[in-house]
């Protein structure tokens, strides 16, 4: 089959791999329908985080068909139009019984696996995926696909901000994460979203998905423009995606005491002061998104044409075109990238 | 009247002051019935911290009688027995309102007015200001002096840990306000509270309070001896009530994902790496205790007689005996010391 690898920062081939098969008895292998470029992709792509391996297979988000299960596998069968999560999991551990299946205690990152091929082996596939009602219309896929991770993360994000009816929730970060947790506090019922972007094309998407303000400050300016709508206080609610220093202080600063912090920007040199974090009196919490918590019920609302997260792919490639998909959104000229079979 | 001040790092004396007035129309004056030297008095004592002023006046933990009230207090009478917080608030802004009257935006940190002394200034004594039931009798002094700081700062890291039924609870931190986290930790009903301890006498306590078990060990072994006890899952909630590297570090790393820490101890040169915390998958949250928030309902537990939290004063010296009351708790020959008029 054909599939994604890197062999270096800014080398990214599509080549022939070995198809996967049947390993441990609860895998399930699947027919890639789409997958597509994450933000955290890029690091490797820019050299600012080492490779797993080299080559490395890449992808992490996917949709697609069972083509086989493993003996143990009892939830989903061969034929079925599934998503998954990035990170697979048991689904009944304690952990992932409290709801944090992204620390599974014998979760297996899929992107050490590559779901960017015609193919994936998914180990752990009745905690890990889940089935649609039926086939998929054609449109639906890319809203599916989102739900895989932007989406479950942006929603984690905002969750772990406590987004609510009542709440002023601010939105730091403005790549499909960003902006699927400001769909994500528009659907938990917020009364008020600000996003901070100073980008025409993503302030547009922020209000298509529910944003009802903009704030293009960034940093203690930015800071000093969301406490001036907020009497002054700060926000209830900030979603971090971005995972910078700058990106985690301007959350942290933006937020009232008591208040809450979702962070799901992937931390890179990111070091928090204890004096100023004691002083804050916020609510921090984040980390990998436990996506598969959020599933089925987002497959619900897409299914049901409620909710459209898959409008945040503005470039669609065929799988050949790998590489174009990365520089498109290593040079900004594409938010998300999907790449379909 | 007589106040402690403190000269220098080392240097506490008692003097002639000039006696309190009401200043603001909504100020109350107190004769403080008894005060205590907390752990955060140590810091400029030991010179880890610089002196506010100089010479300081020293103490924010007080319990004591109205002698006078400002023509906007409503809520307290002169000849009132009263506990207070160490941060005077009104009780009514939108922070206090959340239950963070430690952020109220009016408030005023005690410490700069000193309440070790015979008289004090309550600002905002409506807000700030729990009148007890009727006058206490002399043995419940201790207990509700302890409200006002290390009981009410300890209720709210178990709070801020989610301590409760079917929780496993560790405490990092076996001063004052870790043993009586132990003991807020006992009341809202965690399962098993596990006290990180090396000292005896302390460890007694700890049991007294409602500590099942006693782990030794500190750093990363004391981490493994947690996750040794909760089938390498980490505890469901951790209190946090040092405030060093060492102890952010072992509280986080005790905490299983999805878990909550409470952090309490004073930050001193504390740094949180970022991916550490990420990966973590743990909620964070503390800070300034909002003990004005717990005071009504912890008055009511001691004045019933179902807490004993006063137990943690292992000393009493006369006001005018503060520089030895000082010295024995940095000696740690006392873990908390009361001063009584």
Redesign the interface.
């Known amino acids: 089959m054909r599939g994604v690898v890197m062999y270096a920062p800014g080398d990214v081939r599509v080549e022939e791999r070995t198809d996967p098969t049947i390993v441990e008895p609860t895998d399930a292998v699947i027919r890639v329908t789409a997958s597509c470029v994450c933000g955290s992709d890029l690091h490797p792509y820019r050299g600012v985080e080492p490779l797993g391996e080299h080559p490395q297979p890449m992808g992490h988000e996917y949709v697609g068909v069972v083509t086989e299960i493993g003996d143990q596998v009892s939830t989903v069968k061969v034929g079925d139009f599934v998503v998954g999560s990035f990170w697979a999991s048991d689904n009944t551990c ?2 992932c019984r ?3 299946q ?2 599974c ?1 014998h979760r297996v990152l899929m992107g050490t696996i590559g779901t960017q091929a015609e193919y994936a082996r998914i180990p752990l596939a009745d905690g890990t995926l889940v089935a649609t009602p039926g086939q998929p219309e054609a449109d639906l896929v890319p809203h599916l696909l989102a739900a895989s991770d932007v989406l479950g993360t942006g929603w984690f994000a905002a969750v772990a901000a406590e987004a609510g009816p009542g709440k002023t929730v601010v939105v730091v970060g403005d790549g499909a994460v960003g902006l699927l947790g400001i769909l994500a506090a528009k659907q938990l019922g917020a009364e008020r979203i600000i996003a901070m972007s100073r980008h025409a094309d993503r302030q547009a998407l922020a209000r298509h998905f529910g944003a009802t303000d903009i704030v293009e400050e960034r940093g203690n300016d930015g800071v000093a423009k969301i406490k001036e709508l907020t ?3 700060g926000a209830h609610s900030v979603i971090e995606a971005v ?1 910078t ?1 700058e990106s ?1 202080n301007q959350a942290i600063r933006a937020t ?3 208040g809450h912090v979702g ?1 799901v920007g ?10 100023e ?12 998104a436990p996506v598969r918590q959020f599933l089925p019920d987002l497959i619900q609302l897409i299914w049901d044409r409620k909710i459209d997260p898959g409008t945040v792919f503005d470039l669609t490639l065929p799988l050949d075109q790998a590489d174009e998909a990365y520089r498109a959104m290593d040079e900004r000229r594409a938010t998300k990238v999907m790449l379909t079979a």
């Open positions: 304690d952990i409290t709801g944090y992204s620390h205690v009497d002054g206080l995972g220093q985690m009232r005491p008591g962070f992937v931390s890179h040199d990111v070091s928090l002061e204890g004096g974090l004691f002083m804050s009196g916020v609510h921090l919490h984040g980390g990998p």
